[in-house]
């Protein structure tokens, strides 16, 4: 049997329509590097921004994680900076911290290959298991 987490839309290597995306992740930080590919632009030559917040999503997610908890997205707020052409090679970073007991905030953001700011995200996490 498949575990679930293989067919997550942004990092299931086992979902045929999925971003793929790989993340390295520990001590409250997320990073990631990959391209995308034309068949999630929105407007012609733009990757939809959909599908960058959910790059953004997943990057808090894995950072909440990697502090030790099972966590979901409670609130994510997303800011674009500039369009993100397909096959455009990109870094996607995170960064959480424990609030409270039961939250966490993360902040994400992704960047072109010079390094220039093509979205940014604030995420609040609320954390549904201590993992063992």
């Known amino acids: 049997m498949m575990k679930t987490e293989d067919y997550c839309f942004v990092c299931g290597k086992q979902n045929p329509i999925g971003l793929k995306a790989q993340f390295n992740y520990g001590e409250g930080k997320a990073f990631s590097e990959l391209r995308i590919s034309k068949e999630y632009q929105?407007?012609?030559?733009?990757?939809?921004?959909?599908?960058?917040?959910?790059?953004?999503?997943?990057?808090?997610?894995?950072?909440?994680?990697?502090?030790?908890?099972?966590?979901?997205?409670?609130?994510?707020?997303?800011?674009?900076?500039?369009?993100?052409?397909?096959?455009?090679?990109?870094?996607?970073?995170?960064?959480?911290?424990?609030?409270?007991?039961?939250?966490?905030?993360?902040?994400?953001?992704?960047?072109?290959?010079?390094?220039?700011?093509?979205?940014e995200a604030e995420g609040k996490l609320i954390i549904k298991e201590k993992r063992e």
Request: hydrophobic share 45%; proline share 3%.
């Open 42 to 119: 929105g407007w012609s030559g733009i990757i939809h921004g959909g599908i960058i917040s959910a790059l953004l999503d997943e990057a808090c997610v894995y950072a909440g994680n990697s502090l030790g908890y099972n966590t979901v997205t409670a609130e994510l707020k997303v800011r674009f900076k500039k369009p993100l052409k397909p096959e455009e090679k990109i870094l996607v970073e995170a960064q959480a911290n424990l609030v409270k007991s039961k939250l966490i905030e993360a902040r994400a953001k992704i960047k072109d290959a010079q390094g220039n700011l093509i979205a």
